[in-house]
């Protein structure tokens, strides 16, 4: 059982992997045959094909080293200090001492101004202090002579444009008292509230 599990390396499976130099031969002329037939086709001379030289001597190993070491060299090379900066020129320079006088003019202007707050809040706390501390003598208020001539009553102006007045409701009229024949016909002809008409139900 062990055996079949094994293949034999007779078996036509592994052999067919590999490419025989004369099978690799047989198809560059066969390439090179239809590269030629097509410019022909074309009326041109087929170009020189260069041939590519694979064997510079050294193994792959080398050769992947040799490309590591020149990127790296590369790559150090871009990132030099020295290479990230360089000189301010005479402009430039102007420019920044110019920035920086009217930065320090500015920070001078607000200490200044921050000093004459500070110090017009000092005084007034000073002030007020003083005025609880030490409160004014009350001095005697001075007689007002009489004004000599008086002044002229206001001139009475009519309603406002658009001013609705009331006027007052007049007092009533004194009402003569009647006499006692006079109030005995009035209650002749006035119905008693008190009493009620039968006749109407």
Known sequence: MEEAMVPSLSAAGIGSRFVSQDDVDSAKARRDAQWKEAYARIGMEPPARQEQDFSDGRSLAEKLAANKIAKQEEWEEKTKLANQFRALEEDEIM?????RERQEAEERERREKD???VQSFKEAVAARNNAVNNPPPIAPKPVAA???KPPAPARKKGPLKGVVVKKRAKPPTPVKEDTKDEKKDKQKDE???????????
Do not use: A, M, Q, Y
């Open 95 to 99: 420019f920044l001492d110019s920035l």
């Open 115 to 117: 000093g004459v707050e």
């Open 146 to 148: 009489p004004p000599s």
């Open 191 to 201: 119905p008693n509230p008190k009493r009620r008409r039968i006749s109407e139900t």
